[in-house]
């Protein structure tokens, strides 16, 4: 026999009562803190000095602690020139693709793949991407990235998204990979392509970054910045013009705490170990593809072939097309090969801009790919539109400001 209502709610009682206790709540310093952090007038502050705070260490541990201090000296001290003198016949094919320029006194210009490819794969990007995934791992295992997305929701609302978006972009400044994947987070179609297609654009990732600090620190922040204005505006335009709808965030937000060793380490072993499996193989085939293109002449026929666009329109050197190529396997290579082309600092700038404004690497259109084939059509059509359009706003700029 079918209980009655009250019969219902008294046994709703009972097992209340055997299961939940009540008290007095009091407040901690965790509480006060996590107030504090999700509110906009306190929130703000402190997540500009978290994000300064990470980008201060990201650029002394990997760029002059690692790098700088011990990787530059070892490769281009010891490494290269035992290479150099060890390798039989310098004027041979198998020279060019391996060591390189006979001539080169450091790994970068050398550019041949157990050169440049170690030096740019092991000494400049290792170091970036493991100090990267700890600071990441380490918010997001003290409850303070649900903080940060809920702060960031009222500006990606402006351009499609919502607060929780902040996580593969934060992601995809380690690698685009898991970031892509990580869009499935979002609730809509229109949602997960936007980001998606955003991240291919405008996120640089950890390892480009790396390069950029190695290379070009100085200039940096100039194209941080043009990407940053390209994210907005043009993520602003994508909303407007892609139907669909933007729900709003409900995320759960937990109390701080102290990280676990076993987590942060685990973690830390899973994206380091993903991007030796993943980058590293990319680096070193995109240098000897680049150098086959060279020794064959498929470079200087392409070259001459877009010259007219890249020096009209995008106000660059006809040399960055061997970049452009190498970009498709791993941006940094190619930030690495910009770096021996003689530019002024704005053509640099704009560049690297277009470097990462460029083709997605072949891992992330991979995982673009595995996401549907229309969406990635559709991504590269956005691309496209976005790399003339913008590349020729940043050459404009420059010849109103005569830095061009």
């Known amino acids: 026999m079918g209980l009655t209502a009250d019969e219902r709610w008294d046994l709703v009682d009972r097992v209340a009562g055997k299961v939940v206790s009540t008290g007095v709540s009091r407040r901690g310093l965790a509480d006060a803190l996590g107030d504090l952090t999700v509110k906009p007038l306190t929130g703000l502050p402190v997540a500009l000095a978290v994000l300064y705070a990470f980008w201060s260490v990201f650029c002394s541990f990997a760029g002059d602690l690692v790098t700088d201090g011990f990787m530059v000296k070892f490769f281009d001290n010891h490494w290269l020139p035992w290479l150099q003198s060890a390798w039989p016949d310098p004027n041979s094919i198998h020279y060019f693709l391996f060591v390189g320029d006979p001539l080169a006194d450091n790994c970068f210009e050398a550019f041949g793949v157990l050169t440049s490819g170690l030096f740019v794969s092991i000494g400049v990007v290792l170091p970036a991407v493991l100090i990267f995934y700890l600071t990441m791992t380490l918010l997001e295992d003290s409850g303070y990235l ?126 380091t170990k993903g991007f030796l499996k993943e980058a590293i193989p990319f680096v070193w085939l995109g240098i000897l593809i680049v150098n086959v293109l060279y020794l064959t002449g498929v470079i200087q026929a392409l070259s001459n072939l877009l010259a007219p666009i890249f020096i009209t329109w995008f106000g660059v050197p ?87």
């Open 146 to 271: 649900p903080r940060l997305a809920v702060l960031a929701d009222t500006f990606l609302h402006k351009i499609g998204l919502h607060g929780y978006a902040i996580v593969p972009t934060i992601l995809g400044l380690g690698c685009n990979v898991p970031a892509v994947t990580a869009t499935r987070v979002l609730e809509t179609k229109k949602q997960r392509f936007l980001m998606m297609t955003l991240l291919a654009i405008f996120v640089p990732c950890g390892a480009q970054l790396g390069i950029m600090l190695a290379v070009i620190p100085d200039l940096v922040g100039w194209v941080i910045l043009y990407l940053l204005i390209g994210f907005a505006v043009f993520g602003f335009l994508l909303d407007r013009l892609i139907p669909g709808e933007n729900p709003e965030i409900l995320i759960d937000v937990p109390p701080y705490r102290w990280p676990i060793r076993e987590n942060v380490t685990k973690k830390l072993w899973n994206r």
């Open 318 to 404: 006809s040399e960055t097309v061997a970049p452009l190529i190498a970009a498709f396997l791993r941006k940094d290579l190619a930030v690495a090969q910009l770096s021996t082309i003689a530019m002024t600092p704005y053509q640099m700038i704009t560049s690297v801009v277009l470097i990462s404004i460029y083709f997605p690497c072949v891992a992330t259109f991979v995982i673009m790919l595995r996401e549907g084939w229309k969406q990635l059509l559709a991504a590269i059509a956005v691309l496209a539109v976005v790399v003339l359009t913008y590349g020729g706003v940043i050459h404009g700029i420059g010849i109103l400001l005569g830095v061009a």
